[in-house]
C-alpha cells in the first residue's frame, strides 16, 4: 500500500532542493516526488543522485517527476507523469514491470484514462488554487473529489487517488471523507518552520480510519 503523505519538492537550485528534501524526510516524510524546474539539466542528475542516497538512507520512496530516463539511470523507485508528459505505457516499456508509475488527472475522463493505462497510482488536482504550480487546471474543490470519487465507485474502479493542490492542514479531513487515499503536499511542508509537529498532524489525519 503506498504512503498517504507525499511531499513534492521545492527548490530553485540543488541546495535548496535538497534542504527541502532533507527537512521533510527528517521530520517523518516517507515519499518524495523530486520535481526540479531544470529537470533535464546536469544539476537534476546531481540533485536526483543526492536524492537517492537520502531516501535510501531514511527507507522512503523516491519518484522523479516527469523525467523517465533519469529515474531509469538512477534506479529510482518510479516516476510521476502529467497529462502533458511520456505515457504511462512508454515509460512502463523503459522502467519494467516492478517500477511505480503515477499520473496526474483532473476530470473523470482523465482517471479512466489513466486507469487503463494501468497506472499505479493517481494525483488528482488542483483541490485549490495554488501558486506552486503554472498553467493550472480547473480547481476541483471538495464537490469535485466527491462527484469523481463517485463516479470511480460507480464503475468499481480501484485505483489509490492522491488530492493535490492548495491543501491546508485544516482541509485533510474534509479531504479524507471524500473517499481519496492520501495528499500530495509540496508548499505546505517547504513552507512552515515546524516540520515535524506539521507532519506528525498531517499523518494523524490521513491515517485516522474513516
Known amino acids: 500500500m503506498h504512503n498517504q503523505l507525499q511531499y513534492i519538492s521545492q527548490g530553485n537550485t540543488v541546495e535548496e532542493q535538497l534542504y527541502n528534501i532533507h527537512k521533510a524526510l527528517d521530520n517523518g516524510c516517507d515519499w518524495i516526488q523530486m520535481r526540479f ?6 544539476d537534476a542528475f546531481t540533485l536526483a543522485e543526492a536524492v537517492k542516497m537520502l531516501c535510501k538512507e531514511y527507507l522512503a520512496t ?17 516516476v510521476h507523469l502529467g497529462l502533458s508528459d511520456m505515457s504511462v505505457e512508454e515509460a512502463r ?3 519494467g514491470k516492478t517500477k511505480i508509475i503515477g499520473g496526474t488527472a483532473n476530470t473523470f475522463e482523465d ?12 494525483g488528482l488536482g488542483p483541490f485549490q488554487f495554488t501558486t506552486t504550480k503554472q498553467n493550472l ?28 493542490g492548495g491543501i491546508t492542514l485544516e482541509n485533510v ?8 487515499h492520501g495528499i500530495a503536499v509540496s508548499g505546505l511542508i ?9 507532519i506528525n498532524q498531517l499523518n494523524d489525519k490521513l491515517y485516522v480510519t474513516i
Open 173 to 180: 479531513e474534509s479531504l479524507m471523507k471524500t473517499g481519496i
Open 37 to 42: 524546474k531544470k529537470n533535464y539539466s546536469d
Open 137 to 164: 487546471s480547473p480547481i476541483l474543490g471538495l464537490e469535485g473529489y466527491r462527484s469523481i470519487i463517485g463516479q470511480m465507485k460507480a464503475k468499481n474502479i480501484q485505483i489509490p487517488i492522491y488530492a493535490i
Open 93 to 95: 516499456l523503459i522502467l
Open 62 to 78: 523516491f519518484i522523479i517527476n516527469d523525467n523517465v530516463h533519469l529515474a531509469k539511470q538512477l534506479d529510482a523507485d518510479g
Open 111 to 122: 482517471v479512466l484514462q489513466r486507469t487503463a493505462e494501468n497506472c499505479d497510482y493517481i
Open 190 to 198: 517547504t513552507q512552515t518552520e515546524n516540520a515535524l509537529q506539521l
